[in-house]
């Protein structure tokens, strides 16, 4: 898997929500994170999220955002403010949001926001109140939106903050990143309004393999998906890879913690390796031919095969997880 092994560009992700929360989190004391570190302490990196039915576009961003993105938040060292206001909005709520804006950009950091220009996830870095406008920018393009385009043309004024920084140590990171990610993985995480929608985690194979079989695979959004989710794994290969080399081995929890993530770290690489093949059936955005039975069926291995090296790697993490976690327990009790 050629791009593993270094020709991959670590600055640029497919999951746009991880890609806008290291881009305001540049602006704080912990400006200091790489993509990859925020890939995976916020566990984009091993996330995924599949329309059962025809393996809609929208899959990978079709998840409760305040909840996710906060904890995301959370586990990188920030308390954060949210707006989910729902309409009809009262010019009271509307006034609160906009100011909530304002005062972050006037504090030198941008909010992250959804569906500015596209239904993914972007930043307002700026305002202009004399011409009613915001900066924003989102994968698609760079641009302002009037106050009034925010307010009238959505369902939701959706906007996160960062509000301030706590000093996570990095134990308490790793340890917060990694039951995230098993959460998601055991399909435990909460799903609010889209629960029954879409299956996430392990499970999400599942339903992918069984799309595949039933030949009800969209082209154009299953080559998203694949696009969006064997990014995702090269980077959670990649963030594996560097907690073996920056954990030292000082302590019995570096020592673990190195050992553990080797040995992740060589079940998720088979993972991202065959999304990656899959990844090469259905180019995105041209999306190749799931209706075609050689190749709905030889992509219905490769995800057998994703899952099968996942679930070997999740039981790793697992057992990470419960080290540190029962570490922890003694040392605060002795």
């Given at each position: 898997m050629s791009e593993i092994s270094g020709q991959k560009d670590w600055t640029k992700t497919m999951t746009s929500a991880a890609a806008v929360i290291h881009a305001a989190v540049a602006y704080t004391d912990k400006k200091h994170y790489s993509l990859v570190d925020v890939m995976g302490i916020t566990g984009h990196a091993f996330r995924i999220n599949i329309d059962p039915d025809h393996i809609d576009v929208a899959g990978p961003t079709m998840f409760p955002g305040g909840y996710l993105v906060r904890r995301n938040l959370c586990n990188l060292g920030f308390i954060s403010s949210l707006s989910d206001t729902e309409k009809p909005f009262t010019p009271e709520k509307v006034e609160k949001?906009?100011?909530?804006?304002?005062?972050?950009?006037?504090?030198?950091?941008?909010?992250?926001?959804?569906?500015?220009?596209?239904?993914?996830?972007?930043?307002?870095?700026?305002?202009?109140?004399e011409k009613q406008l915001f900066h924003a920018k989102d994968v698609s393009k760079e641009g302002t939106l009037s106050y009034s385009d925010f307010v009238e043309s959505r369902n939701m004024l959706w906007v996160t903050a960062i509000s301030e920084s706590l000093p996570h140590s990095k134990y308490e990171t790793l340890r917060m990143a990694l039951d995230m990610i098993v959460e998601h993985a055991r399909g435990r995480e909460w799903q609010h309004i889209f629960e029954g929608k879409y299956m996430i985690g392990l499970a999400g194979y599942d339903a992918w393999i069984s799309?595949?079989?039933?030949?009800?695979?969209?082209?154009?959004?299953?080559?998203?998906?694949?696009?969006?989710?064997?990014?995702?794994?090269?980077?959670?290969?990649?963030?594996?890879?560097?907690?073996?080399?920056?954990?030292?081995?000082?302590?019995?929890?570096?020592?673990?913690?190195?050992?553990?993530?080797?040995?992740a770290a060589a079940h998720y690489s088979k993972s991202a390796a065959a999304l990656v093949n899959i990844r090469e059936l259905f180019p995105f955005p041209h999306g190749g031919r799931p209706d075609d039975p050689a190749v709905a069926d030889r992509a219905a291995d490769l995800l057998q095969e994703a899952k099968e090296a996942e679930s070997q790697g999740i039981e790793v993490l697992e057992r990470l997880l419960k080290f540190m976690k029962g570490y922890w327990s003694e040392t605060w009790i002795h």
């Open positions: 949001v906009l100011a909530l804006i304002q005062q972050s950009i006037d504090n030198g950091i941008p909010v992250i926001s959804f569906d500015l220009f596209i239904p993914e996830f972007g930043l307002i870095y700026g305002y202009d109140d799309c595949m079989q039933r030949r009800k695979a969209e082209p154009f959004g299953n080559a998203y998906n694949i696009a969006v989710i064997s990014d995702a794994r090269e980077f959670a290969v990649q963030f594996l890879r560097e907690l073996v080399i920056h954990w030292n081995g000082e302590n019995v929890v570096e020592r673990t913690v190195r050992k553990m993530a080797a040995e």
